[in-house]
């Protein structure tokens, strides 16, 4: 038996459909690969008519989630991201549908983009990229610039992005702590805390990042008390996802200075609305959920989906089951 894998347009928020299914008809080269009709032009906001899809489906590789993927017959949904946030795992658990999702592969490109956050903020460079846009050669006073060699990170969250960012923070000499709920300790981790024990863990650190899934227990984790909690020249950096921090208490603890600045490559909501304040403080940083962006990522995918598709006819459990 050969599995039957539709590509969901909704990809397209990260990668072009066609380049996804070229890359699993390599990983898969015996399965039936076709990409979802989203009607009209398609595109990264499309929906896709159940009427299109017909009933042989067994599994859709999708960024988005859609109702109609509980009636559909599937045995199997791949998320094209970690966070599978927008899914409603119990509603597909009690189908017996399976969800698996793309964590794992995210370290590298997201620890880069982390240490440039830090590397900016260390040096400027995001304020002398303004004034180039604005013609001025404009040299900051030496006291305004630091090195990261030495100064100290707090990772909250240590699954593969936290790793990936505590290894190349240990890299450049930084003392690296972490937040996580297992005691193990972790390489390149000097300090584990627990999340009970967040404000202790980021009170002495040059930078926090904020690299946990989103759930119950992490929405709001990152709120006032927490962010009084860092230290006046202390960074934040959320790649995780927009509700993990308090958007509004990070406004105002900007405004009033009580940390330093941000780098957000994740809001609530998302887009960030044109009327944000974000978007206008020098100490501040905003990309478009971005920190991940890696041209190797469709191969990367199909990578996870081959393997899968393979477990799936030898009825192996499946790699990075979420339900
Ligand atoms: P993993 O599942 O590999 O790791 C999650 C980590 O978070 C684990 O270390 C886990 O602890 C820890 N954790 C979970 N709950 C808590 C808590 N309440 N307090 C402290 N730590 C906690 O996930 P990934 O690293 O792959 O991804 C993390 C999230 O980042 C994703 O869910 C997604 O939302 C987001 N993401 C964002 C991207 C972007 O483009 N900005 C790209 C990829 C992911 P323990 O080790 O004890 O289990």
């Given at each position: 038996m050969s599995v039957t894998i539709g590509i969901h347009p909704s990809v397209a928020r990260i990668v072009p459909p066609e380049r996804l299914e070229s890359e699993l008809s390599d990983a898969v080269p015996d399965a039936a690969i076709r990409v979802l009709d989203g009607g009209g032009?398609?595109?990264?906001?499309a929906t896709v008519d159940?009427?299109?899809?017909?009933?042989?489906?067994?599994?859709v590789a999708s960024f988005g989630y859609e109702e109609w993927f509980l009636d559909a017959g599937l045995e199997w949904i791949h998320v094209?991201?970690?966070?599978?946030?927008?899914?409603?795992v119990d509603a597909l658990r009690e189908r017996g549908i399976a969800l698996t999702n793309s964590?794992?592969?995210?370290g590298a490109p997201v620890g880069e983009t982390v240490l440039g956050y830090m590397l900016q903020f260390a040096h400027g460079l995001h304020r002398y990229r303004t004034d180039q846009a604005d013609r001025e050669w404009n040299p900051r006073p030496w006291s305004e610039s630091f090195t990261l060699e030495g100064e100290r990170v707090c990772v909250v969250g240590l699954g593969t992005l936290g790793r990936g960012i505590a290894r190349r923070a240990d890299a450049l000499g930084m003392s690296v702590a972490g937040v996580r709920r297992t005691p193990a300790p972790v390489d390149h981790v000097e300090e584990r805390y627990s999340p009970e024990n967040l404000r202790e863990a980021v009170a002495d650190a040059r930078f926090v990042v904020l690299a946990v899934p989103l759930n119950p227990a992490t929405?709001?984790?990152?709120?006032a008390e927490e962010l009084a909690a860092m230290p006046e020249d202390a960074y934040l950096v959320n790649?995780?996802?927009?509700?993990?921090?308090?958007q509004s208490a990070v406004v105002d603890a900007l405004r009033s200075e009580s940390i330093a600045g941000a780098a957000l490559d994740?809001?609530?909501?998302?887009?960030?609305?044109?009327?944000?304040p974000l978007w206008g403080m020098e100490n501040v940083v905003v990309t478009?959920?971005?920190?991940?962006?890696?041209?190797a990522f469709p191969e990367r995918v199909a990578d996870i989906v081959g393997e899968n598709a393979r477990r799936l006819e030898t009825g192996e459990s499946l790699a990075n089951q979420v339900v």
């Amino acid at each position: 038996m050969s599995v039957t894998i539709g590509i969901h347009p909704s990809v397209a928020r990260i990668v072009p459909p066609e380049r996804l299914e070229s890359e699993l008809s390599d990983a898969v080269p015996d399965a039936a690969i076709r990409v979802l009709d989203g009607g009209g032009d398609g595109g990264r906001d499309a929906t896709v008519d159940p009427a299109s899809v017909g009933d042989s489906l067994d599994v859709v590789a999708s960024f988005g989630y859609e109702e109609w993927f509980l009636d559909a017959g599937l045995e199997w949904i791949h998320v094209v991201r970690a966070g599978h946030d927008e899914f409603p795992v119990d509603a597909l658990r009690e189908r017996g549908i399976a969800l698996t999702n793309s964590s794992g592969i995210h370290g590298a490109p997201v620890g880069e983009t982390v240490l440039g956050y830090m590397l900016q903020f260390a040096h400027g460079l995001h304020r002398y990229r303004t004034d180039q846009a604005d013609r001025e050669w404009n040299p900051r006073p030496w006291s305004e610039s630091f090195t990261l060699e030495g100064e100290r990170v707090c990772v909250v969250g240590l699954g593969t992005l936290g790793r990936g960012i505590a290894r190349r923070a240990d890299a450049l000499g930084m003392s690296v702590a972490g937040v996580r709920r297992t005691p193990a300790p972790v390489d390149h981790v000097e300090e584990r805390y627990s999340p009970e024990n967040l404000r202790e863990a980021v009170a002495d650190a040059r930078f926090v990042v904020l690299a946990v899934p989103l759930n119950p227990a992490t929405e709001g984790l990152f709120g006032a008390e927490e962010l009084a909690a860092m230290p006046e020249d202390a960074y934040l950096v959320n790649v995780a996802r927009g509700p993990v921090a308090d958007q509004s208490a990070v406004v105002d603890a900007l405004r009033s200075e009580s940390i330093a600045g941000a780098a957000l490559d994740v809001t609530d909501p998302e887009p960030l609305p044109e009327d944000s304040p974000l978007w206008g403080m020098e100490n501040v940083v905003v990309t478009p959920h971005a920190s991940a962006a890696d041209e190797a990522f469709p191969e990367r995918v199909a990578d996870i989906v081959g393997e899968n598709a393979r477990r799936l006819e030898t009825g192996e459990s499946l790699a990075n089951q979420v339900v």
